[in-house]
């Protein structure tokens, strides 16, 4: 037989055989010749089988390409099968852990697209900590594999995996990227892939343990009270340490790079982390933590509760932000929120005309009482809300409706008083008491100092949002502190007024003319009730402000017409009037917000990180509308038109973040600045990526040099 015979009894092509035999029966003689060139040819007849893949296709992006992949090449009987999610990125890039840190984003995948698959469990393999301009993140450079466990719905059917990847990767930019996975793990006996499964467990290994395997642990973690706030956290290693680092993840605070402090033998050793971000730190104690440590190859993870530690500052510390809130308060006074309050003060300077200097003494003095009573009031109700655990913030009080209500209240009735149009007599035994205590004005001025601190608080000055935002991130002591100077400062006219109650007297003589201004100051009183019903509105509807303004009336002319119609019939309209006022705000619906007419953006602290590693700028403004600082801040510097430029070019995002009703991610985001007061103004880019923060009084060039230094110069990574 020859040679192409063998090869068509074989069922191969003699074309295709042929190089192969001819060179088999060049070598060897006879039959030998012949049953060679038989088995060549049965070996070349041997149906093919490709070999089953144990991986996905690669999903590529500009700069990256991902795949899944899995130890063996079919499904198996095994209720869980290892795999992994390759991620393979260009030179100099990175993506991010799943605490990102003070940029980026997390990788997340959706697998809902999947078929016989239950679940899919996603482990994290230790990150490395980047340091750039500032910011520090926690990622992976060049490639990484996530190890997965996917569990099958029915074991020993085919498994189809399907996700979606949403990944961010960062060089000198970041690019957000989604890709589709997919792998297919047919039916069948599950044979192992050497090169997938050595991938995948090379990375596993890399998964921070509970300590066990690498010997690292956690001897525990306190809460240091102070300027700044750290977090200390005890290490201990069977095997001396070499240089570790220390992540700490909390649902509410951030923190900083540690410093490690080493025992001798390098056994143990001590990180304190600052606290960068978040609440006071008095409230850390008792709340949970993840604690990651890093050492080398050596990582574990370690879930623990902050015990509290000792404070590092004395009260010695106090005294800089004493003389703050003392400025501050004085500051206080020049602020477009109190400047309607000054009717009250000039009316009851003038009254002090001709009165004997104790008397003129007693009232200011009374007036001052009543600042710095008040003022320390409040603080002892913030103070009292944060040891329950709730946010608190300087002016908070306005974001409720029955406190605007009431307070529109009380200054309708204080303009129609000023008017002339109502008296309200006091029982005779109370004016006997007043009369004894050494005036029948000193309550009077006791209410109308209580009354200042009141209209006072939508304002922050300059210093007062530094001391108070001081004061809230320490204990009940401090907090009573620096409330009682900001009203020692607030009042510091009333105090000139009683050392000095001869200076009453440069004041014009009372005369006619007093009539026509107490019809101006009462019109001033009425437009601050008018504002505040518009705030209101703001907060709930108009048909809302409309009904306190209708109820409001009907107490004015209840209480004007009260000689007419008299005291019980006016008592019962002030009684309905202040009922129906109150219960509006809750009976009738609150609008929707007010759409932005401007090109400002919704306030998103997660997306504001991520514009920031995208290169551009942000500026953020809080404000609300009972803010009257915000409204001239607005007016008069962010509405001018090179500043409206400034904020509308491209590559600056303007974001407005309202806090006209309670938001807690306002107040979390302005606690994370040490601030709890507004106005608040900062600005962030590639040149500030922590951010600029502006005095509470903007000004033009302020605003437009933070932005230029927000740009920054074209930066070129390190990592």
Request: glycine share 10%; aromatic share 6%.
């Amino acid at each position: 037989m020859s040679i192409g015979g063998v090869a068509r009894m074989a069922g191969v092509s003699p074309k295709a055989a042929w190089p192969c035999l001819v060179t088999i029966s060049e070598a060897l003689p006879g039959r030998v010749r012949l049953l060679a060139a038989a088995l060549v040819a049965f070996v070349l007849a041997w149906p093919a089988t490709a070999p089953r893949a144990a991986s996905g296709p690669w999903a590529s992006g500009e700069t990256m390409r991902a795949r899944l992949l899995a130890a063996t090449d079919a499904a198996g009987s095994d209720r869980e099968i290892r795999a992994g999610l390759q991620v393979s990125m260009a030179d100099g890039w990175d993506t991010y852990w799943r605490s990102p840190g003070d940029a980026g984003a997390a990788p997340t995948v959706d697998w809902s697209g999947s078929a016989n698959v239950a679940s899919v469990d996603w482990r994290w393999p230790a990150p490395t900590r980047f340091t750039l301009f500032g910011l520090e993140t926690f990622g992976y450079l060049d490639e990484v594999v996530f190890p997965l466990t996917v569990r099958p719905e029915r074991p020993g059917e085919p498994v189809a995996l399907r996700g979606r990847l949403d990944i961010l990767v960062c060089s000198t930019v970041c690019v957000p990227k989604s890709l589709e996975l997919s792998l297919d793990l047919p039916a069948g006996t599950a044979a192992g892939d050497p090169e997938a499964a050595n991938l995948i467990a090379r990375h596993d290994a890399q998964v921070p343990d509970d300590g066990s395997r690498s010997g690292l642990a956690v001897d525990g973690v306190a809460a240091v009270p102070g300027n700044p706030a750290a977090l200390e956290v005890r290490l201990s290693s069977r095997q001396p340490l070499s240089a570790p680092d220390v992540i700490v993840e909390s649902d509410r605070w951030t923190f900083g790079r540690p410093e490690v402090s080493f025992a001798l033998d390098r056994g143990t050793a001590t990180a304190r982390l600052p606290v960068t971000s978040g609440p006071d730190a008095v409230g850390m104690p008792g709340s949970g933590v993840t604690v990651t440590v890093l050492d080398g190859p050596r990582a574990a993870e370690i879930r623990g509760t902050v015990a509290a530690g000792a404070a590092r500052t004395a009260w010695g510390g106090l005294l800089p932000f004493l003389g703050l809130a003392l400025l501050g308060g004085l500051v206080l006074n020049l602020m477009p929120c109190v400047l309607p309050v000054l009717s009250l003060k000039l009316m009851a300077a003038l009254r002090q005309q001709g009165q004997a200097r104790r008397q003129v003494r007693l009232g200011f003095l009374a007036t001052a009482a009543g600042v710095v009573a008040s003022m320390l009031a409040l603080g002892g109700a913030l103070a009292g809300l944060k040891a329950a655990g709730l946010a608190v913030g300087w002016g908070m009080q306005f974001q409720q409706p029955i406190f605007l209500v009431g307070m529109a209240a009380a200054l309708a009735v204080f303009a129609a008083s000023l008017a002339g149009l109502l008296e309200i007599p006091l029982p005779s035994r109370l004016t006997t008491a007043m009369g004894r205590a050494g005036g029948d004005g000193l309550v009077g001025s006791f209410a109308a100092g209580a009354f200042t601190t009141v209209l006072a608080t939508p304002c922050s000055a300059p210093f007062v949002g530094t001391a108070v935002a001081f004061a809230l991130a320490r204990g009940p002591a401090e907090i009573l502190a620096i409330f009682g100077a900001l009203g020692a400062g607030l009042a510091a006219p009333h105090l000139l007024g009683a050392t000095f109650p001869g200076l009453v007297r440069l004041l014009p003589r009372p005369g006619r003319w007093m009539i026509a201004l107490r019809r101006v100051l009462a019109v001033a009183l009425a437009g601050t009730a008018a504002w505040l019903l518009t705030v209101l509105a703001a907060q709930t509807s108009w048909e809302t402000a409309g009904a306190v303004t209708a109820a409001l009336a009907a107490l004015a002319g209840a209480l004007v017409l009260r000689p007419r119609i008299g005291a019980p019939a006016s008592a019962a309209v002030v009684a309905l009037a202040l009922a129906g006022a109150g219960t509006a705000p809750v009976v009738l619906t609150a609008a929707p917000p007010r759409a932005e007419v401007t090109a400002w953006a919704p306030f998103d602290e997660a997306a504001l990180r991520r514009l920031v590693a995208e290169g551009k700028v942000v500026f953020v403004d809080v404000t609300a509308d009972w803010c009257a600082n915000c409204k001239v801040n607005d007016a008069l510097v962010l509405k001018r038109p090179e500043v409206a430029a400034a904020l509308a070019e491209p590559g600056v995002v303007a974001m407005r973040a309202d806090w006209t009703r309670p938001d807690a991610r306002i107040s979390d985001y302005l606690a994370r600045n040490d601030r709890f007061g507004i106005p608040f103004n900062a600005v962030y880019g590639p040149g500030v990526p922590r951010g600029i923060v502006l005095s509470e009084v903007l000004t033009r060039e302020a605003v437009l040099d933070a932005l230029r230094r927000a740009r920054g110069a074209d930066l070129v990574s390190s990592r």
